[in-house]
């Protein structure tokens, strides 16, 4: 788990709390780890939230989201968790603040991996906004 800047932490569980709703609303059925839980996992991985589809009375784990905030868009952070999630198999939603899209996308060109990069803003109202679709087709 990253160590996040404290003022940060409200934050990444609010992005976190945004995916879970619109994929719930979408039907889908959604899973996080919020902070430190490690509820649900796949490969021996935690991702921030698991999306799911229900096929013949088993979960098919369609895509994982991994948020990050502003001190957590790094390379050390990067190499160790994004590479992990990348090669999963399944769609890898890499969630980052909008403001560093370009550094993120920089660090995901140097690993060499594959991931839907999105990006979140806060409005003033604390409701949260992404840059693209997060729900995975059927």
Aim: charged letters at 25%.
């Amino acid at each position: 788990m990253a160590r996040r800047l404290p003022d940060e932490q409200a934050l990444y569980d609010r992005v976190i709390h945004a995916i879970f709703e619109k994929l719930s609303s979408a039907g889908r059925i959604a899973e996080t780890n919020p902070g430190p839980l490690r509820m649900i996992s796949i490969s021996g991985y935690y991702p921030d939230v698991l999306a799911a589809l229900v096929h013949e009375r088993t979960d098919i784990v369609q895509a994982i989201y991994e948020v990050e905030t502003w001190s957590t868009v790094e390379e050390r952070h990067a190499e160790h968790q994004w590479t992990a999630f990348a090669g999963l198999g399944v769609t890898f939603f890499l969630v980052v603040p909008e403001d560093t899209l370009v550094e993120a996308r920089r660090i995901v060109g140097e690993l060499g991996i594959e991931v839907n990069l999105v990006g979140y803003v806060e409005s003033d109202d604390g409701s949260i906004t992404f840059d693209q679709e997060i729900i995975p087709p059927l």
